[in-house]
């Protein structure tokens, strides 16, 4: 039995109260919310643009997984977390009715670090498999829903475990859709910069430049570190009033 699967082992043997503390939630049900009595209004991008920078994870606590045995050890750390950032990206279309071949990387991030595992042969490894696809460890992101349509279409992959934060900030009481940059405007009163050129950049290459790793891994761990705020009842936007 290798590491990962005796972390996972483990973790599936965690009664039900246990478990949650562990991953942060009631399996994937998600925290319990606090719910906002007066929720903020949608933050205009010039009062985003005002706010202090957010920071994000340096460049030192990004890993990009090039072999079977970082992958083994990488999966082995996030499976331990309970809870983990996730998202994926593609390499762009630009041809009208071109299909993606994607997801070409798959991003997952624990509070301090972040593993960016790229997906270059249609095809992934087996220990990213088996914690996707297990429902002991929460996976929580932004609007996953045509990152798992990909993944099943593409990977032949089922990911479980799933926490989609989109319906979490409604359950809170947030009108509007909340993204990665609105939720660190309202939650934290910081504002993440986001590269369009970047999003559009190439992700199917096994040579990832220094701002798409930072792009990634940042995308993962503003999804946990939301999450995490929301479940607590912190951050600038449960302050705020509309």
Same mark, same amino acid.
């Given at each position: 039995?290798?590491?990962?699967?005796?972390?996972?082992?483990?973790?599936? #043997?965690?009664?039900?109260?246990? $478990?949650?503390?562990? !991953?942060?939630?009631?399996?994937?049900?998600?925290?319990?919310?606090?719910?906002?009595?007066?929720?903020? #209004?949608?933050?205009?991008?010039?009062?985003?643009?005002?706010?202090?920078?957010?920071?994000?994870?340096?460049? *030192?606590?990004?890993?990009?997984?090039?072999? !079977?045995?970082?992958?083994?050890?990488?999966?082995?750390? @996030?499976?331990?977390?309970?809870?983990?950032?996730?998202?994926?990206?593609?390499?762009?279309?630009?041809?009208?009715?071109?299909?993606?071949?994607?997801?070409? $990387?798959?991003?997952?991030?624990? *509070?301090?670090? *972040?593993?960016?595992?790229?997906? $270059?042969?249609?095809?992934?490894?087996?220990?990213?498999?088996?914690? $996707?696809?297990?429902?002991?460890?929460?996976?929580?992101?932004?609007?996953? #829903?045509?990152?798992?349509?990909?993944?099943?279409?593409?990977?032949?992959?089922?990911?479980?475990?799933? %926490?989609?934060?989109?319906?979490?900030? #409604?359950?809170?009481?947030?009108?509007?859709?909340?993204?990665?940059? /609105?939720?660190? *405007? @309202? @939650?934290?009163?910081?504002?993440?910069?986001?590269?369009?050129?970047?999003?559009?950049?190439?992700?199917?290459?096994?040579?990832? !430049?220094?701002? %798409? /790793?930072?792009?990634?891994?940042?995308?993962?761990?503003v999804a946990l570190r939301a999450y995490l705020a929301l479940a607590n009842g912190h951050g600038a936007g449960s302050r705020?009033?509309?």
């Amino acid at each position: 039995m290798t590491g990962l699967q005796n972390v996972l082992k483990q973790l599936s #043997r965690l009664p039900g109260r246990l $478990l949650a503390a562990v !991953s942060g939630g009631k399996g994937v049900a998600g925290p319990t919310i606090p719910v906002l009595s007066s929720p903020p #209004r949608h933050i205009d991008k010039a009062a985003i643009l005002a706010m202090p920078p957010f920071a994000g994870l340096p460049l *030192a606590a990004i890993e990009v997984v090039q072999t !079977s045995e970082a992958a083994e050890r990488a999966c082995k750390v @996030l499976a331990q977390a309970g809870t983990i950032g996730f998202d994926t990206e593609s390499k762009p279309t630009f041809q009208k009715g071109e299909q993606s071949q994607g997801p070409h $990387l798959i991003q997952l991030s624990t *509070a301090t670090q *972040a593993f960016l595992f790229p997906v $270059l042969d249609g095809s992934i490894a087996a220990p990213l498999r088996a914690l $996707l696809e297990s429902e002991q460890v929460v996976k929580v992101g932004f609007d996953l #829903r045509s990152d798992k349509a990909q993944m099943a279409a593409n990977l032949a992959l089922r990911c479980q475990g799933v %926490q989609d934060l989109v319906p979490l900030f #409604r359950k809170a009481g947030y009108r509007n859709t909340v993204g990665a940059v /609105q939720a660190v *405007a @309202l @939650l934290f009163g910081q504002h993440y910069a986001k590269s369009k050129s970047v999003k559009m950049s190439n992700w199917a290459t096994a040579s990832l !430049s220094v701002k %798409q /790793q930072r792009y990634a891994a940042n995308d993962a761990y503003v999804a946990l570190r939301a999450y995490l705020a929301l479940a607590n009842g912190h951050g600038a936007g449960s302050r705020r009033r509309s």
